[in-house]
């Protein structure tokens, strides 16, 4: 079946075609979006791919949609076309987090991605029970034992890590893509497991400037009773 992808969460951004298949699939073509500009691209490239390939968007049979962690408009940006785009067509949607990509695509089952203010969005694995994905500051790392290797393919993430886990084996590859998304989401397509649309959201890790800030300088709650 052909596939949709649609990575919008780091840097730079890509949007992939493909076909899936019970014996693998191939990849039939991929277009990359410069950042901070996906609003204005990720539609178009969308059209292209389908053009392209002469498909129509309801022959689709699934998008596959990175939903994070990565900046916040670029997370919603991307969430938005594939829930509009899936809803129009009446096509389903599965949903990736780009630190399981990056770590499949490395083969290492820990990674680490840049999520600047010297923090690290960090996904690691557990000797029992799935992989945990935290927002790590330098406090969190003592939390944790230093993995084995850990996948990285940024400089800012590799930098942080070598100075508080040295033990640890930096496993260097590319920046994750659409394609990269695709290949993760295909055993979830072939077993039909697949997303609420309506109740899809982003996988941030991180709360927004807005409520942080909103925090800081709402009024403290007045009235009640004593020992509040």
């Known amino acids: 079946m052909p596939v949709l992808g649609i990575d919008t969460c780091g840097p730079a951004g890509s949007v992939a075609l493909a076909k899936v298949g019970q014996n693998g699939g191939s990849i039939l073509g991929q277009v990359a979006l410069e950042g901070r500009t996906y609003s204005a691209t990720v539609v178009e490239a969308v059209r292209r791919l389908l053009h392209q390939e002469g498909l129509a968007l309801s022959q689709l049979g699934c998008i596959v949609v990175v939903n994070g962690p990565g900046s916040f408009t670029g997370v919603r940006v991307g969430l938005s076309a594939a829930k509009g785009l899936a809803f129009g067509a009446g096509v389903p949607v599965v949903a990736v987090s780009r630190l399981e ?16 203010r010297h923090e690290l969005f960090l996904r ?8 945990v994905e935290i927002l ?35 496993v ?38 807005a409520e942080i800030f909103g925090e800081k300088g709402r ?8 020992g509040r």
């Open 101 to 116: 990509v990056l770590a499949r695509k490395s083969g290492c089952p820990s990674a680490a991605l840049d999520a600047h």
């Open 172 to 209: 260097r590859v590319e920046a994750p893509t659409a394609a990269d998304a695709i290949r993760v989401a295909s055993s979830r397509i072939g077993a039909g497991d697949f997303d609420d649309i309506v109740l899809l959201d982003g996988h941030y890790l991180r709360r927004s400037d």
């Open 124 to 131: 690691l694995a557990q000797p029992e029970g799935p992989s």
């Open 136 to 170: 790590a500051g330098r406090d969190d790392f003592l939390r944790y034992p230093a993995p084995e290797r850990v996948a990285v393919c940024d400089d800012p993430a590799a930098a942080i890590l070598a100075e508080v886990w040295p033990s640890a084996d930096l």
């Open 219 to 226: 009024p403290a709650e007045t009235g009640g009773s004593f």
